[in-house]
């Protein structure tokens, strides 16, 4: 049961893990190499850590662990702490990688290993997951829903399993106004009155559009138009039961499935908001990869981008990606051995401590203009201003006055000149249909207008015990000690210009 005596403090937390195996999929992402790394550097007597990767074999899965895990930068503390040689012997003894996929039975692994697995892990993690908005449907599906079933039929083997901790996201809550609850679905239950979502039947349609697809196309089958089919298959698919794309849909199903195959399986949902940097440790604004409100930063930095989609009023929902990992092992701990429990929690911050796009936007503005950017040339890259959009609608009349109508004009000439201009023609008018597209896309995600509660979140920090000392505060994940200004400044921004513009 939880914890709600102010009982949990960073020693137990780190000593839960002493002699525990844990499987984490999902290892080479972000988030999952924040949580490898923190295990290992705070419990270093944690038995075995298991990581599935995609790979051919054994020896691929093990490379790829070292090129995408163990030799990133995050572990700089680690290697600090054991030597090089040190480091590498550490890593050999307590990760083991796998080589195989969730969204196959058994996760692709052969008997021996999965029965190794089913007497040795105490803990699941799934943290795998494809994270593109318009992703193809039967791709989203494979990973983010049957990735869940797979997992749940193989953590019912388990004979020591303690908990199963998946992540999701709380934009899989869809894209409401007001106060979203932390609420798992309900089978069923769809963000459109009147509709009922039957994941089976979602699959089987995935499936027999793929076979038509196919059959259509005969010999001049083009991956292509297969990809661009099922992509769309999975916008209309979720736009029919309310959700805005592909990646929050398959999500809320992953969840929803979760909630119906567990039993008495211990079961932690937690979903985070957009996450960010690390804001702390083990490498204050460290990060992979870029997140959507990122583009404002990244087009500061590049000075290539001129207009925004974004109301700098509204609240972006950002988390640091190292509260994220320590909220996961606050919930492992008080979540352990929880039969039958279901719980979700979100990781958010517009609840608490609400951060408005406005701040990333002046941040970024004070950044650049006292440190500028230098182009190839030497020359000092001047900081210009960036125009916003605070509706849909007005990008798509600045987009129809400014590209399409010269399109249209640039058309017409090409018609009178015989097709002179036919390739630049085809060339903008595809780049213009791309931007509208994305728009299309990711506009719902931009001016989102729902406030996350977190209280699930707020009763587990409650049974936190105050730290006495900066090193007795290894697992925070409160967001009101975030100053959203100066962490943008003096950490996130530049952690963008370090790690993800190299």
């Known amino acids: 049961m939880v914890m709600m005596d102010g009982s949990l403090d960073a020693e137990k937390i780190a000593g839960y893990f002493k002699g525990k195996s844990i499987l984490i999929t999902g290892a080479t992402g972000f988030l999952g190499k924040i949580l ?39 572990f700089c503390l680690l290697r600090e702490k054991h030597g090089k040689g040190g480091f590498e012997l550490f890593v050999e003894e307590k990760i083991v990688p796998l080589a195989g996929d969730v969204m196959f039975e058994n996760m ?16 699941i993690v799934n943290g795998a997951a494809t994270t593109n908005f318009y992703e193809r449907y039967d791709v989203a599906l494979d990973v983010n829903v049957v990735g869940v079933k797979y997992l749940c039929q193989f953590a019912k083997k388990c004979a020591n399993l303690k908990m199963l901790l998946h992540v999701s996201t709380a934009f899989a809550a869809g894209d409401r106004e007001g106060l979203i609850m932390e609420k798992p679905f ?3 239950e769809t963000l459109r009155e009147g509709t009922y979502l039957d994941i089976d039947a979602e699959l089987r349609l995935a499936g027999d559009v793929k076979k038509q697809l196919l059959l259509a196309a005969g010999d001049d089958a083009s991956d292509k138009t297969e990809r661009k089919a099922m992509k769309e298959l999975g916008l209309q698919r979720s736009r029919h039961f309310g959700w805005s794309n592909t990646y929050v849909f398959t999500k809320a199903m992953g969840e929803m ?6 039993g008495s399986i211990p079961v932690v949902i937690l979903r985070p ?7 702390r440790d083990p490498l204050p604004g460290w990060m992979q990869g870029t997140r959507t409100i990122d583009t404002i930063i990244i087009g500061y930095a590049k000075q290539n981008l001129s207009c925004f989609l974004a109301d700098l009023e509204l609240t972006m929902d950002v988390i640091p990606g190292d509260m994220v990992a320590n909220a996961m092992m606050a919930a492992m701990v008080a979540h352990s051995g929880d039969e039958g429990a279901e719980v979700m929690y979100h990781t958010t911050s517009s609840l608490r ?3 408005p796009y406005g701040v990333l936007y002046e941040s970024g503005r004070r950044h650049f203009y006292e440190n500028p950017r230098l182009g190839k040339d030497g020359r000092v890259i001047p900081t210009k201003e960036m125009h916003f959009f605070k509706t849909i609608a007005s990008f798509h009349l600045y987009m129809l006055i400014k590209y399409k109508l010269p399109l249209e004009i640039l058309h017409l000439v090409n018609l009178l000149l015989c097709g002179l201009f036919s ?11 791309f931007v509208v597209h994305l728009v299309d896309v990711y506009g719902p995600f931009a001016f989102f207008r729902g406030c996350f509660d ?9 049974t936190m015990a105050p730290p006495t000392s900066p090193e007795d505060d290894l697992f925070n994940f409160d967001p009101k000690t975030v100053d959203w200004n100066e962490y943008f400044y003096k950490i996130h921004i530049p952690g963008i210009l370090k790690y993800v513009l190299k």
Do not use: C, W
């Open 36 to 74: 490898v790394e923190k295990i290992l550097r705070v419990q270093p007597e944690v038995r075995k850590i298991y990581l599935l990767v995609r790979a051919m074999d054994a020896e691929s899965a093990k490379q790829r662990v070292e090129a995408e895990v163990t030799d990133a930068e995050l």
């Open 454 to 462: 977190d209280m699930n979140l707020e009763r587990l920090r409650l």
């Open 186 to 188: 309900k089978k069923g």
């Open 273 to 279: 908001s957009i996450i960010t940097s690390i804001f």
């Open 353 to 355: 401590n609400p951060a």
């Open 423 to 433: 390739q630049l023609y085809e060339d903008l008018n595809r780049k213009y249909k």
């Open 257 to 262: 499935l979760l909630g119906q195959l567990h």
């Open 108 to 123: 692709g692994l052969d008997a021996p290993m999965l029965e190794e697995l089913a007497k040795e892990v105490d803990i």
